[in-house]
T-cell receptor
Framework: DAKTTQPTSMDCAEGRAANLPCNHSTISGNEYVYWYRQIHSQGPQYIIHGLKNNETNEMASLIITEDRKSSTLILPHATLRDTAVYYCIVKGSNYKLTFGKGTLLTVNP | KAGVTQTPRYLIKTRGQQVTLSCSPISGHRSVSWYQQTPGQGLQFLFEYFSETQRNKGNFPGRFSGRQFSNSRSEMNVSTLELGDSALYLC???????????FGPGTRLTVT
C-alpha cells in the first residue's frame, strides 16, 4: 500500500469548511484513497473513499487530483463534533487498513 | 442495523495472564478484522477472519491469536500478557465485496 503524508494538526472555525490535505505520490493505478476519522477514545469511523473521480456523500467530499498524487477531504460546514483525528489511507485489493498518524482537526467555536 | 459490539469494554489483567476479547460484527458481515492501538505505535493490523478462516495476519507474535465462529462472531486471545500489550483493541467488520470497514468501540486492556 502506498505511503501517505498528512499535516499533524489543523484548526477550523465552526461553520466553516475544513479542507484536509493528503499526499500519496506513490499511489498505483488500482489503489483507492480512503478517509477515516477517530473521535477521542472511540473506534475509527469510515468517511468516504474514491479511486480517481471526486466523491461526495452525506458526511464529506473527496477531491482527488488528476494525477492522483494528492487528495483533499472537505467537511463543508464543520461542527465541534467533527473534532477528531482524520486518517488518509491508500490501499489496494487487500482489506488490511494501514493507519498513519493522521491529522488532528480541531474545530473551534 | 446494530453496529459492531465488543465485550468487555474495559479489562485489567496482570502480567503473565491470558485474555479473551469478543467481537460481534454487524449482521450480515462475514469479515472481521482486529487492530491494536497504542500511543506509541498507533493503529496496527492484527488479523482478519472471513468465514471462520484467517485470511490476513499482521506482524504480531504468536501470543496473539483469534478465531471466528459460524455466526461470524470473533474472539481474540492474548496469552502470557506483557505490559506492552496494554492497548485499545478494535474490531471491524465488513460486508463481502465492500471496501469500507465499520469499527466497534474497542476494548481497553490494561496490563499491570
Amino acid at each position: 500500500d502506498a505511503k501517505t503524508t498528512q499535516p499533524t494538526s489543523m484548526d477550523c472555525a465552526e461553520g466553516r469548511a475544513a479542507n484536509l490535505p493528503c499526499n500519496h505520490s506513490t499511489i498505483s493505478g488500482n489503489e483507492y484513497v480512503y478517509w477515516y476519522r477517530q473521535i477521542h477514545s472511540q473506534g475509527p469511523q469510515y468517511i468516504i473513499h474514491g479511486l480517481k473521480n471526486n466523491e461526495t456523500n452525506e458526511m464529506a467530499s473527496l477531491i482527488i487530483t488528476e494525477d492522483r498524487k494528492s487528495s483533499t477531504l472537505i467537511l463543508p460546514h464543520a461542527t465541534l463534533r467533527d473534532t477528531a483525528v482524520y486518517y488518509c489511507i491508500v490501499k489496494g485489493s487487500n482489506y488490511k487498513l494501514t493507519f498513519g498518524k493522521g491529522t488532528l482537526l480541531t474545530v473551534n467555536p | 442495523k446494530a453496529g459492531v459490539t465488543q465485550t468487555p469494554r474495559y479489562l485489567i489483567k496482570t502480567r503473565g495472564q491470558q485474555v479473551t476479547l469478543s467481537c460481534s460484527p454487524i449482521s450480515g458481515h462475514r469479515s472481521v478484522s482486529w487492530y491494536q492501538q497504542t500511543p506509541g505505535q498507533g493503529l496496527q493490523f492484527l488479523f482478519e477472519y472471513f468465514s471462520e478462516t484467517q485470511r490476513n495476519k499482521g506482524n504480531f507474535p504468536g501470543r496473539f491469536s483469534g478465531r471466528q465462529f459460524s455466526n461470524s462472531r470473533s474472539e481474540m486471545n492474548v496469552s502470557t500478557l506483557e505490559l506492552g500489550d496494554s492497548a485499545l483493541y478494535l474490531c471491524a467488520s465488513r460486508e463481502e465485496g465492500a471496501y469500507e470497514q465499520y469499527f466497534g468501540p474497542g476494548t481497553r486492556l490494561t496490563v499491570t
